[in-house]
Nanobody, 120 residues
């Protein structure tokens, strides 16, 4: 079992920045892709950014140029640097990890979510 714990969410004003972190723990064999997703009230959960184990990144059009996803494999942690935040970025942000088990089994794991609220 793998657990993902997020941190860094909060309440900020338009134009400010936040840095989210998601640390994986538990019975970790190999974490492949990691990603950030968000869900606003009344909306479906959507992809924000992903990063592969080789540090290839992908971003939603709505955040490209403002958000940066990175990872520290030694710490089993993925980060999301969010700059120039807009009210439309307000959502619960979830961390996702694709875990490769010792029997070459793939399993998705999700964090508990952290609230990001952008005022103004």
């Amino acid at each position: 079992q793998v657990q993902l714990v997020e941190s860094g969410g909060g309440l900020v004003q338009r134009g400010e920045s936040l840095r989210l972190a998601c640390a994986a723990s538990g019975n970790i064999f190999r974490i492949l892709n990691m990603g950030w997703y968000r869900q606003a009230p009344g909306s479906q959960r959507e992809l924000v950014a992903t990063i592969t184990s080789g540090n290839f990144t992908n971003y939603a059009d709505s955040v490209r140029g403002r958000f940066t996803v990175s990872r520290d494999n030694a710490k089993n942690t993925v980060y999301l640097q969010m700059n120039s935040l807009k009210p439309e970025d307000t959502a619960v942000y979830y961390c996702k990890a694709v875990h490769l088990g010792p029997d070459v089994d793939l399993q998705d794991y999700w964090g508990q979510g952290t609230q990001v609220t952008v005022s103004s």
